[in-house]
């Protein structure tokens, strides 16, 4: 079967550095896309993956590593906006998105 | 410009009542993709529209879920003879390419749909 795995909750401190893993198991790969979502809110585009390495975008960056089915969302200089739930999303060989169920952060001040 | 936008944002049905959901995707968008997802939960795949062809319908839980896209824009999910475990918030997101290729989903806020 197909699966995405990240950890349930994590706290932050505001000011602070984050890491958010993703490991997954999945029929075939064609990127992996991470989402943010506010309680209540749409999921929104924060970034996809499909080489391994490291793609950086402001505060946040992701790596991928496709050998061990592994990535991480880093999130810097955490602000209190940054209280959410962080999706890692697989595009399977049927270009179908897979999804974890979230990891919800908690930024304190 | 205008996101995704879906209506009603909320929906309150009686068990058995049938409900229609509609999703107003961003405009020219080609792909249409329509979720479900259960609290504490990521989104699961329902249905995939290329324009006005459903090409996936692979993850409808019943066949008591059907979605239409007729004209390629708007599209509508339709849930008969509803079930409390059909309580979700059912997410429709678009994009600008066809599945096939890197393309980035722009989802709409969802319906919550809650059955009694």
């Known amino acids: 079967g197909q699966n995405i795995d990240q950890p349930t909750e994590m706290t932050a401190t505001e000011g602070a550095i984050v890491q958010i893993n993703c490991t997954y198991q999945t029929s075939g790969f064609n990127g992996l896309f991470w989402y943010q979502q506010h309680a209540g809110e749409a999921p929104t585009f924060l970034s996809y993956n499909v080489l391994d390495g490291l793609e950086e975008k402001g505060r946040f960056s992701s790596f991928l590593s496709r050998s061990k089915g592994y990535s991480y969302l880093l999130l810097k200089e955490l602000q209190m906006k940054d209280s959410a739930s962080y999706l890692c999303?697989?595009?399977?060989?049927?270009?179908?998105?897979?999804w974890g169920a979230g990891t919800k952060l908690i930024i304190k001040p | 410009g205008a996101g995704v936008s879906q209506s009603p944002r909320y929906k309150v049905a009686k068990r058995g009542q049938d409900v229609a959901l509609r999703c107003d995707p961003i405009s020219g968008h080609v792909s249409l993709f329509w979720y479900q997802q259960a609290l504490g939960q990521g989104p699961e795949f329902l249905t995939y529209?290329?324009?006005?062809?459903?090409?996936?319908k692979s993850g409808l839980p019943s066949d008591r879920f059907f979605a239409e896209r007729p004209e390629g824009s708007v599209s509508t999910l339709k849930i008969q003879r509803t079930q409390q475990e059909d309580s979700a918030v059912y997410l429709c997101?678009?994009?600008?390419?066809?599945?096939?290729?890197?393309?980035?989903?722009?989802f709409g806020p969802g319906t919550r749909l809650t059955v009694l």
């Open positions: 999303a697989v595009m399977d060989s049927n270009y179908q998105l897979i």
């Open positions: 997101a678009s994009s600008s390419r066809d599945r096939g290729s890197y393309n980035e989903q722009f």
């Open positions: 529209f290329q324009n006005e062809a459903q090409l996936d």
